[in-house]
């Protein structure tokens, strides 16, 4: 039950200083003033407490009570997240803007989920039989995509003492009695909470090795992320990382998606909030929504409601993994966050290190990305949480502290290049700056799944894009006339990667999405393709010739010609270059000249990727 624990005696911003008379504990959840704003306690001495606000402070005073709630920060977690829209501190932006209109006002308390709605809830568990921590006590149809599962907390086990049956339920309405070893009877409510800062238990930790499929064919094929993996997204003003998540949020193929924008322009969220409801799932054809759940944070609210926002998503993301999901957590951007630590640490007096930031930076960023995982749960199913984190390094500066942090916690990173951006080249990720330190773990995947070609390709692609950065930096210095057409021919194998597979449009119908049968033969025609202009070259064809009869425009335009039921159309094409590439002066894939190519029975290989 919630009581004065005590009164404002400072107030600096969002920090107030309180005085005591009664007990806190560290990150409970208070309530602040007259208005009583939202708060959680970060620091307490022998008298007195620092409290966060995590609304804006203007008008409170000193000797102003301090309300204590016993609890936690703590998300709220049931049916009824899935296609809702919460603030930094989980309070429905629907029901806000019904209280308050068009600006949020101050001390407003709504429940996270509707305690009006009603679920029809269907047990699974035996009346009377033991449980443990995880365990299925029943299901709720929350969207027509995805299936809720009540679970036992993490934390509670014993003889399951009374069960609801079949009916309608409200997330406030018990589902069940657990009686623990001790005797004591703990009832569970359909909603639980749980404290956003600890990480929810597993049950065993397991390798990252099933691949992210995005869709994206420079994420996908050349850094590809794995279910259970992190990465972050660098990059400066309008290189298109938001977009990128965009993309990744949509055709992911995760069960689950939680999108953050931890800080982000009001506009951009507002594109975010405006788009999501019209969007429909390329999966199945159903409102996105379904399967989204949006946490705003926008960089004129409180700026210490950023850090909130961080882990109520990443908490809400657990929970969905704990049921058996895969689930894709999008963080819009993590240096705002960052930004928002800045900016408490300075109101604390904390001793700041690099560029203002707390010594405690890179512990937060470590911990905060380390709650990605493929795991068995608790409850015995295999899933996943992938983080994805957006870095906005002040002028595009990779070595400011944030960016210099993160890239030591993430597997994948994929930094967005401005120069590209400018081109417009989206996605704008930079070849030569990228990496994942995954790729190896899911090439078993690949190689089995869509075919055997796909690492080699992978390695001739990131090798010829290269030696084009070599040939640039010559072309600079002595023009493109003193290369030898080898070298010509080796640029314009570049550009059929570079535009004919790389780059991608979010917006057109064909192009947006590729699935990885169709990156695969795409990439694989494309190598082909270069492979046989330079074998015609080595038998004493005109450049010139060459590029004509190859016809380059037309391959690049295959990526937004030839759609993911076509399959055949590139395969056929692929196959006709094969044939020609065999019949110059009778060599196959592994002879003289091609020294590089692997030593593989083209039928067979042939054979083995239709199976695929």
């Known amino acids: 039950m919630s009581e004065d624990v005590g009164i404002i005696v400072r107030v600096s911003g969002f920090v107030v200083e309180a005085r005591l008379d009664g007990d806190l504990s560290i990150s409970e959840r208070v309530w602040v003033g007259e208005p009583r704003l939202a708060g959680e306690v970060i620091a307490l001495r022998s008298d007195g407490a620092t409290i966060q606000v995590y609304e804006d402070t203007q008008g409170l005073r000193p000797g102003e009570p301090i309300v204590g709630s016993g609890q936690p920060l703590s998300a709220v977690l049931g049916p009824g997240l899935l296609g809702n829209l919460f603030d930094g501190i989980q309070r429905p932006l629907d029901a806000l803007k019904a209280s308050s209109g068009d600006f949020i006002g101050r001390g407003i308390e709504t429940p996270s989920l509707d305690p009006e709605r009603r679920w029809t809830f269907v047990p699974r568990a035996d009346q009377g039989a033991a449980v443990v921590a995880g365990q299925l006590l029943g299901v709720v149809q929350e969207t027509e995509l995805l299936e809720h599962r009540i679970l036992v907390p993490p934390d509670l086990g014993g003889r399951l003492a009374w069960l609801a049956g079949e009916g309608e339920l409200g997330v406030e309405d018990r589902v069940a009695v657990i009686e623990t070893a001790g005797g004591d009877e703990v009832p569970l409510p359909l909603a639980q909470r749980w404290h956003v800062r600890r990480p929810r238990p597993v049950g065993a930790r397991l390798r990252p090795d099933v691949p992210l499929i995005t869709g994206q064919r420079a994420i996908d094929t050349f850094f590809p ?20 998540q965009h993309s990744l949020a949509r055709w992911s193929d995760a069960d689950v998606v939680v999108y953050i924008g931890c800080g982000e322009r009001g506009n951009e969220m507002t594109e975010v909030l405006e788009e999501f409801p019209e969007l429909t799932d390329p999966w199945t054809g159903r409102p996105l929504m379904e399967r989204t759940v949006l946490i705003a944070n926008t960089s004129n ?11 109520t998503g990443i908490t809400i993301a657990e929970y969905y993994r704990d049921q058996g999901h895969d689930v894709a957590l999008m963080a819009d951007s993590t240096s705002r966050w960052a930004q928002a ?17 707390p010594a405690y930076l890179a512990a937060r960023l470590a911990a905060f990305y380390e709650r990605a995982g493929r795991v068995r749960t608790l409850g015995g199913d295999e899933s996943s949480v ?35 951006a400018h081109r417009r080249h989206y996605p704008a990720i930079d070849w030569l700056g990228s990496y994942a330190l995954q790729a190896d773990a899911v090439a078993s995947w690949w ?3 869509v075919g055997p070609r796909w690492p080699e390709n992978r390695r001739r692609a990131l090798d010829l894009l290269q030696e084009e950065s070599g040939l640039q930096d010559l072309v600079q210095l002595v023009g493109p006339d003193a290369l030898s057409d080898e070298q010509r021919w080796t640029l314009s194998g570049a550009r059929l990667v570079r535009e004919g597979f790389l780059q991608q449009n979010a917006l057109h119908p064909v192009d947006a999405y590729a699935v990885p049968e169709r990156q695969a033969l795409l990439l694989d025609l494309l190598l082909t393709a270069h492979r046989l202009g330079r074998r015609r070259l080595e038998a004493g064809d005109p450049l ?11 391959l690049i335009q295959l990526r937004q010609e030839v759609p993911n039921d076509a399959l055949d159309r590139l395969r056929e094409r692929r196959d006709a270059l094969r044939t020609e590439l065999d019949g110059l002066d009778g060599e196959s894939d592994g002879a003289a000249g091609d020294h590089d190519e692997p030593d593989e029975p083209k039928e067979d290989t042939r054979e083995e990727e239709e199976g695929a």
């Open 341 to 357: 630590l800045r900016e408490i640490a300075g109101r604390l007096g904390e001793m700041p290190v690099e560029e203002g930031y």
């Open 447 to 449: 190689t089995d799944e």
């Open 301 to 311: 609210m409180p700026v210490s409601a950023r850090e909130a926002s961080i882990y």
């Open 386 to 420: 992938t983080v994805i984190g957006a870095v906005s390094p002040p002028g595009g500066d990779f070595s400011e502290p944030v960016t210099r942090h993160t890239q030591r916690f993430v597997q994948g990173w994929l930094a967005l290049d401005a120069d590209l």
């Open 225 to 244: 992320l794995a279910k259970g993996g992190n990465a972050a997204i660098p990059g400066g003003f309008g290189t298109g990382k938001t977009v990128l």
């Open 544 to 554: 010139d010739e060459i590029q004509r009869e190859l016809d380059l425009s037309t």
